[in-house]
């Protein structure tokens, strides 16, 4: 039945496989890349834009704020908006009931900067040696 506590949770975890999946395949399709052949130029103010509305509409009890320029063009590898993914999800998992999540965009030079940060505890340092 549609209402049966034990489908929806496996329903959820089957999903959780699957999301895994796919970041493990989106993984391995980075490490065999060859640089050059796997990049294509953003608009990373409207990717995070993009990215941030998504999040905002599907996490209810986060807030997510987007910072910097209407436009700033970087070039980047192609898997970049999974990056951006990962890193919104991440803030929205592991800081609390009620997050706040910033995003921002810069220019610094001949590069683009894209940041995320948010009002959680950080990374224990023993992991921070891992990254």
Known sequence: PDDDPHVAAMERRLAEIVDLSDAARRAERLQESDGEASRTTFDLSALARDRVREFDTAVGDAAFSVGGPDAVEAVAHELLPY???????????????????????????????????????????????VL
Not at 83 to 109: K, T
Not at 116 to 128: K, M, Y
């Open 83 to 129: 990056a951006l993914d990962n890193l919104l999800e991440n803030a929205v998992e592991h800081c609390g009931p009620s997050p706040q999540v910033r995003v921002a965009v810069r220019e610094e030079g001949d590069r683009a900067l894209l940041t995320v940060a948010d009002d959680g505890p950080g990374l224990p340092a023993h992991e921070r040696e």
